[in-house]
């Protein structure tokens, strides 16, 4: 198994001590910060993951989410008391990959953090040299894509679901199949993951190329346009 370094940031020490022995068991490397603050200072590490909380002393959560995103695309788990919609929407529209309200389950921690690293378990496996559509190209061992041969930069989430519509093109995608691809299980009435990631990679896509690549089927989910 690869040893993929995930850092902690959590101010309850007994919740950030739990969370690095089940990933200690899984045999991850980890770091651990107590404060917002304090985690700016592991973000020069080369870290694969990160699980935060965005009730934190010194700087949030939420700015430990803008921090990181300046330096790194990798996955961020937040795992935090908020449970409001409002809390969870404004952390992946920040940059979070994924979202978990407290308290948690080990066997759900460690199932969300797996497919997180599905990003970096993919540029380590044979795969196609390049998946093209339109004026996208988008090159799974790399973990690049490009647009009329300029990189576009996407969020691990970003680029697994435009990697899903490129491996079927004529598919339409409903959210229980996006939800078992990207996340590997299935979609739960009024979990707005899905539709936060789309709008921000058909925005990206949009001023990239100048039109709408994504389109909503009505009633079933969403396509590639033709």
């Given at each position: ?10 101010d309850d ?116 040299d390049q ?62 993951a899905i ?32």
């Amino acid at each position: 198994m690869d040893k993929y370094k995930i850092l902690i940031v959590e101010d309850d020490e007994a919740i950030n001590n739990l969370i690095k022995s089940y990933l200690e068991e899984e045999g991850y490397i980890v770091f651990q910060a107590f404060s917002g603050t304090e985690a700016k200072f592991y973000l020069k590490e080369e870290i694969d993951l990160f699980i935060l909380d965005l009730m934190l002393p010194g700087l949030s959560g939420e700015e430990i989410i803008e921090e990181i995103r300046k330096i790194s695309q990798g996955p961020i788990l937040v795992v935090s008391g908020k449970a409001e919609l409002d809390d969870k929407v404004n952390a992946l529209d920040l940059g979070a990959d994924d979202y978990m309200t407290k308290p948690f389950e080990k066997r759900e921690l460690l199932a969300r953090i797996k497919v997180l690293l599905r990003r970096l378990a993919l540029e380590k496996k044979p795969a196609e040299d390049q998946l093209t559509y339109k004026s996208i190209s988008l090159k799974p061992k790399s973990m690049e894509v490009f647009v009329d041969d300029k990189n576009l930069s996407l969020t691990q989430t970003e680029f697994l679901i435009l990697y899903e519509f490129l491996k079927d093109p004529d598919s339409v995608f409903s959210r229980d199949r996006l939800y078992d691809s990207i996340w590997g299980y299935d979609y739960q009435e009024g979990d707005n993951a899905i539709t936060v990631h789309i709008s921000h990679l058909r925005q990206k896509l949009r001023q990239a190329t100048g039109e709408d690549i994504i389109v909503t089927v009505w009633g079933v989910g969403y396509k590639l346009s033709k």
